[in-house]
């Protein structure tokens, strides 16, 4: 799969984790309050975990295009980051899965604590872990420009400095509001890339 495309897919998970979070905040609740499944029905839930599955391999696309690109320079250690992040999009991806077919009823702060919040805390840490140390790179190699540089490195300062704290204060809102956010630096993660692309066409 080309770089351009992999960028592409980056994009569109970018718009669609913004609209995504969008809608689970207008849902009208057919939930009760504290199961992981609010607000949505079983069927409902089963099918936005489904949606979200599909959705992450749209991320760990991206991620494997950053870690295919240049920008990383030719650091082992940087590209081993790059492919950390993207390990961690899959488990992510898995996870969705995982819950929607054992966890949708359970308590959300029980969950948190337990199985569950170990799942998503591991492969949503893989993730920034990983674009830290690809992010330092990017700065440091330069070879993508202005805003482009630092696009990686603050998708994994955003994932501790804003993602986990809005997601386990256990607040619905601010948990939305913080993955929404964070799923749009993935989209300017795939314009970079898209970027990137056609300025090396132009030189060829």
């Known amino acids: 799969m080309s770089r351009r495309t992999l960028g592409q897919l980056g994009i569109a998970a970018g718009i669609t984790g913004v609209l995504s979070a969008i809608v689970m905040l207008a849902w009208p609740v057919q939930s009760p309050p504290g199961l992981v499944r609010y607000p949505f029905t079983p069927a409902q839930f089963y099918a936005i975990q489904t949606w979200f599955f599909i959705h992450h391999l749209g991320m760990a696309a991206v991620l494997v295009g950053l870690a295919r690109s240049d920008a990383l320079g030719k650091g082992r250690i940087a590209r081993g980051a790059a492919w950390l992040a993207v390990a961690g999009a899959g488990l992510l991806a898995v996870m969705e899965l995982v819950t929607a077919a054992c966890f949708g009823e359970a308590n959300l702060d029980a969950a948190n604590h337990g199985a569950l919040g170990a799942g998503y805390g591991a492969s949503t840490n893989l993730i920034g872990l990983g674009m830290i140390g690809a992010g330092v790179a990017t700065v440091r190699v330069k070879a993508w420009t ?17 993602v986990t704290p809005c997601v386990f204060s256990g607040n619905f809102v601010a948990g939305r509001l913080g993955i929404g956010s964070w799923l749009a630096l993935f989209g300017a993660l795939g314009w970079a890339l898209v970027r990137a692309d056609r300025r090396d066409e132009g030189q060829s």
């Open 146 to 162: 202005g805003w482009s540089r630092w696009i990686p490195l603050a998708i994994g300062a955003f994932h501790f400095a804003v």
